[in-house]
Nanobody, 127 residues
Framework: QVQLVESGGGLVQAGGSLRLSCAAS????????MGWFRQAPGKEREFVAA????????SYADSVKGRFTVSRDNAKNTMYLQLNSLKPEDTAVYYC????????????????????WGQGTQVTVSS
C-alpha cells in the first residue's frame, strides 16, 4: 500500500513558478514509477509528466515540455514537479500517482495504469 500527499500548490501570476511535492509512505517507493496528472474545471484529467523509479527516464505532455520538470528523491520518498513559465491554461488540480513497475526505465502516461493517487493540490495561474 502506498499513500501519496501532494503539496506546494497555490496562486501565481502568469510567467511565475511553483514547485509541487508528492510525499509517499511505505518502504518501497523506489519500486514505483510515478506520474503527475491534472484536471481543470469541466475537463478530463490529463497526463502531465511521468518518471521511472530510478529517475532515469521521464516523459512530458507536449503542452508542458520545456516548462515543467519532474524529478524524485528516493531517499526522501518524494517526487517533485517544477512548474516554470506558468500560463493561465495550467490552472488545474494537480494529482500525483504511483504504479509498481519492474524495469528501471519504465513509466506510464496512462492514468488507468496507476494504482495509487494523492488527493490533489490546486494550482491557479492568473493572467
Amino acid at each position: 500500500q502506498v499513500q501519496l500527499v501532494e503539496s506546494g500548490g497555490g496562486l501565481v501570476q502568469a510567467g511565475g513558478s511553483l514547485r509541487l511535492s508528492c510525499a509517499a509512505s511505505g518502504r518501497t517507493f523506489n519500486s514505483y514509477a510515478m506520474g503527475w496528472f491534472r484536471q481543470a474545471p469541466g475537463k478530463e484529467r490529463e497526463f502531465v509528466a511521468a518518471i521511472s523509479w530510478s529517475g532515469g527516464a521521464t516523459s512530458y505532455a507536449d503542452s508542458v515540455k520545456g516548462r515543467f520538470t519532474v524529478s524524485r528523491d528516493n531517499a526522501k520518498n518524494t517526487m517533485y514537479l517544477q512548474l516554470n513559465s506558468l500560463k493561465p491554461e495550467d490552472t488545474a488540480v494537480y494529482y500525483c500517482a504511483a504504479v509498481r513497475t519492474i524495469g528501471s526505465g519504465t513509466y506510464s502516461r496512462n492514468q488507468y495504469e496507476y494504482s495509487y493517487w494523492g488527493q490533489g493540490t490546486q494550482v491557479t495561474v492568473s493572467s
